[in-house]
């Protein structure tokens, strides 16, 4: 058994606007992202790839993350986390301890112009399908955009992830 000392993590806060049509909820950021305090800033991440072929900007990737997240939001797309707090060693779903779910019905009841929730990845769809249960959005299962799901590829990836586009017109 090793004697480091786990904390607990801690999600980031929603990126949201009243606007928001389709929220995009991961589980818990990973180590690099938490070390940057941004979401998916782990280079081999493929979000920022995925989510720019959703909304039209295919160099999303290559801004400044700010300029990314103001490019989500004026296309109508948030960010959250469907954890907001575990333990967790590394940067694996499979590790999450102690989970505790965020508040997502809370942070739903302020986006009057939401239309669908995707869930991004496993164990997001796992936790955010528990909490939300029987809800009036459309909840979507995307395949995981972290570079540990590398069994499909990336172009399946896309084909499923552009299917969110049908909610933002």
């Known amino acids: 058994m090793s004697s480091e000392v786990e904390t607990r993590k801690q999600a980031f806060a929603p990126v949201v606007a009243p606007d928001t049509r389709v929220l995009i909820l991961g589980s818990l950021p ?13 280079p081999r991440n493929r979000f920022w790839h995925l989510a720019g072929a959703v909304i039209g900007w295919a160099d999303l990737p290559e801004l400044a993350y700010e300029a990314r997240l103001a490019a989500l939001l004026s296309a109508g797309v948030g960010l959250w986390d469907t954890i907001a707090s ?8 499979a590790a999450i301890r102690e989970a505790e779910a965020a508040p997502l019905r809370d942070l739903l009841a302020t986006l009057p112009a939401l239309r669908a929730v995707a869930f991004n990845g496993a164990k997001s769809a796992q936790i955010g399908r528990r909490a939300l249960g029987d809800t009036d959005f459309a909840l979507i299962d995307l395949p995981s955009s972290s570079p540990a799901n590398a069994a499909i590829p990336l172009a399946a990836k896309q084909a499923r992830w552009l299917e969110l586009a049908e909610f933002l017109s």
């Open 30 to 42: 990973g180590e690099a992202s938490l070390a940057a305090g941004r979401y998916y800033a782990h």
């Open 86 to 93: 575990a333990h967790r060693r590394g940067s694996l779903d």
